[in-house]
């Protein structure tokens, strides 16, 4: 009996130390990342700073750009659970909401609280894009990603009946895709310095003029 609760005891601390690493080096790799770039930030350096070995990484995460990916998922949904973007609370609590308004400024609002935390990762991922074939694989599927969630968005509002009369299902998705865009964010927020908050009321007035009726 006494073997069998040490090794549930070996079992848990050891997978607890795991989870300990991997949060350390995810922070790591985002400090790094946004500081040096994607290009000039190695798994050295990232081992380092996250007290760990470089086969550490390798072995929890993976290579560097599974690395990136790993950070950009974390720093779109807030944390490192392994629950689909689709299935998380918030997209459940939108989907549920049945006055079309509420829903969009539930949105907006999402955006305002979780873009400060993703779009630099974003933006640093498309920058490195355009001389990394690797951080390319990631920029598209993030692209293809968002494309995903954006289309079940659209179907949802169409499937509920509160679009505007003509309004497609590729319209709102390209509405929906263009609003949540890490471009519209550097533009809006970091280069003409509105706040986060202005600019979540700014995509909940576009997408409400834009698609309803």
């Known amino acids: 009996m006494a073997r069998a ?93 049945p006055e079309p308004h509420r829903k969009f400024a539930m949105f907006g609002a999402h955006m305002a609280e979780a873009a400060p935390r993703h779009v630099p990762i974003q933006l640093l991922t498309k920058a490195a ?33 509160v679009l505007r009369k003509g309004v497609t299902v590729e319209e709102a998705r390209d509405v929906l895709w263009s609003l949540q865009s890490p471009e519209l964010y550097e533009v809006l927020v970091l280069q003409r310095g509105w706040e986060p908050e202005r600019y979540g009321r700014f995509i909940t007035q576009a997408l409400s003029a834009a698609l309803l009726p």
């Not at 007290?51 to 995460?61: D, F, H, P, Q, R």
């Not at 599974?66 to 950070?71: C, H, N, R």
């Not at 990394?132 to 009946?161: H, I, S």
Request: a positive charge; glycine letters at 6%; proline letters at 3%.
């Open 5 to 97: 609760v040490k090794r549930n005891y070996d079992s848990s601390g050891r997978k607890e130390q795991a989870a300990r690493n991997r949060q350390a080096v995810l922070a790591a790799a985002r400090a790094l990342f946004l500081e040096h770039g994607y290009g000039a930030t190695t798994m050295p350096a990232v081992a380092t700073a996250a007290g760990v070995s470089v086969e550490t990484i390798y072995k929890t995460i993976g290579s560097k750009p599974e690395l990136l990916k790993a950070v950009l998922d974390v720093a779109i949904v807030g944390d490192d659970e392994p629950v689909p973007m689709l299935e998380r609370g918030l997209v459940r609590r939108v989907n549920a909401e």
């Open 129 to 161: 894009a355009r001389d990394d074939a690797a951080a390319a694989a990631v920029w598209e599927q993030m692209c293809k990603e968002r494309l995903t969630g954006m289309t079940a968005f659209a179907t949802r509002l169409l499937n509920d009946k």
